[in-house]
Each structure stands twice: as structure tokens, then as C-alpha cells.
T-cell receptor, first 117, second 113 residues
Framework: DGGITQSPKYLFRKEGQNVTLSCEQNLNHDAMYWYRQDPGQGLRLIYY???????QKGDIAEGYSVSREKKESFPLTVTSAQKNPTAFYLCASSKRLAGGGTYNEQFFGPGTRLTVL | DQQVKQNSPSLSVQEGRISILNCDYT??????FLWYKKYPAEGPTFLISISSIKDKNEDGRFTVFLNKSAKHLSLHIVPSQPGDSAVYFC????????????FGAGTILRVKS
């Protein structure tokens, strides 16, 4: 079955620790994204990658880092510099930006809930 | 500054009736709009979309209407079913800037049986 997996589903970390969230997709999508959701708010874009070894900051990249060494994987590291890391994190993927007015919708994983103790 | 706004945090509808979820946007450069449905502790799933060259798109019980002059779109669900109870997110994109989506805060829909 094609899809996006995120692990773990629930994650706890102590304040001051870095933590890495996993995101893997087998949809053969070129583009991948990380979002954060807080209560009563929409999804906010953290980082996105359109191709292997390339990624761009989204709207709230401070305190986060990513890598894209493989097409299938786009891990997100929440660093100790992120001041308010407790949130629900969602990974998504899509076909590569097509241009010419064509839009490719994003498919989401099940999410990881991170709680900082 | 929120570019996509869903001003109703929640909506309650009787089973079988119509549900109307609203979304307003401020960026006139947005040219593609989507609705996603989300259950608790799960990722959003794509529901329906519309390009700015259209004013209506229909898929089964779901219809999205776009009013570009008012910068407003709405999602109609007819008839509403208890399984439709979820959070609905409106999202918008400038296709020129690729697949980046800007999401609204979401509307919780409760369909009562």
C-alpha cells in the first residue's frame, strides 16, 4: 500500500533536548513538507523540499532543521532552540511542482504528537 | 496576518440537512483552493478543490463554490451524514509558487443524528 508513515505517533522529550521526527513515503513523490498544528490554528509550514538534497524554509522554520538525502525520507529535527515545541507535527508529500497552472495536492501522514516535559 | 480565514470555529447540523462551511482569503494572487477533512489524531485527507478559473466544482455530496470578487469560497455537503463530523480546513495556493499551501484555522463540523 502506498502512503506516508510518521513515527513515532507520540513523542515526549525533556526541555533542552533535540528530537528527530521520522517521515517516509513510498508514493514516489518528489516534494515533501513538514507542518505544525496547534490547537485552534491551521497548519503552518515549517520546511519543504521539492527534490533530493534541496529544501526551503517555510513560515516558521526557526528552531527546526531538516535533511533530504533520499527521495523517500524527510526527517525533521526539533532543536532546543525551538521555544514552544509541543504540537502536532504533520508530514506531507506531493508530485513535483508541475508549473503551467497545474496543482498537485498534498497527501498527509498520520502525524506525530510531540510533548515537551 | 492570516491570509486564509475560517471565521466559524464550529458548526452543528442535523443529519440529512445541508452543511455550509465558509472560507475567506485576502491574497488576490491565490489561484487554487482546496478543502481537507481531518479526524482527531490523524492527518488531513484531501476532499475537493477548485481552480480560480471556475466558480463551482462538484464531487458527489460535496460542492465547492468560489466567488473571486468577494474572495470567498464555501463547501456545501448535502446531505450531511454523521461520518462527516470532523474538522474541515480550507487551503489556498499560488500555483506560480508551487505547491505551498496556506491553511485556515479549521471549522469543526458536528452532524447530529
Amino acid at each position: 500500500d502506498g502512503g506516508i508513515t510518521q513515527s513515532p505517533k507520540y513523542l515526549f522529550r525533556k526541555e533542552g533536548q533535540n528530537v528527530t521526527l521520522s517521515c517516509e513515503q513510498n508514493l514516489n513523490h518528489d516534494a515533501m513538507y513538514w507542518y505544525r498544528q496547534d490547537p485552534g490554528q491551521g497548519l503552518r509550514l515549517i520546511y519543504y523540499s521539492q527534490i533530493v538534497n534541496d529544501f526551503q524554509k517555510g513560515d516558521i522554520a526557526e528552531g527546526y532543521s531538516v535533511s533530504r538525502e533520499k527521495k523517500e525520507s524527510f526527517p525533521l529535527t526539533v532543536t532546543s532552540a525551538q521555544k514552544n515545541p509541543t504540537a502536532f507535527y504533520l508530514c506531507a508529500s506531493s508530485k513535483r511542482l508541475a508549473g503551467g497552472g497545474t496543482y498537485n495536492e498534498q497527501f498527509f501522514g498520520p502525524g506525530t504528537r510531540l510533548t515537551v516535559l | 496576518d492570516q491570509q486564509v480565514k475560517q471565521n466559524s470555529p464550529s458548526l452543528s447540523v442535523q443529519e440529512g440537512r445541508i452543511s455550509i462551511l465558509n472560507c475567506d482569503y485576502t491574497n488576490s494572487m491565490f489561484d487554487y483552493f482546496l478543502w481537507y477533512k481531518k479526524y482527531p489524531a490523524e492527518g488531513p485527507t484531501f476532499l475537493i478543490s477548485i481552480s480560480s478559473i471556475k466558480d463551482k466544482n462538484e464531487d458527489g455530496r460535496f460542492t465547492v463554490f468560489l466567488n473571486k470578487s468577494a474572495k470567498h469560497l464555501s463547501l456545501h455537503i448535502v446531505p450531511s451524514q454523521p461520518g462527516d463530523s470532523a474538522v474541515y480546513f480550507c487551503a489556498a495556493s499560488e500555483v506560480e509558487y508551487g505547491n505551498k499551501l496556506v491553511f485556515g484555522a479549521g471549522t469543526i463540523l458536528r452532524v447530529k443524528s
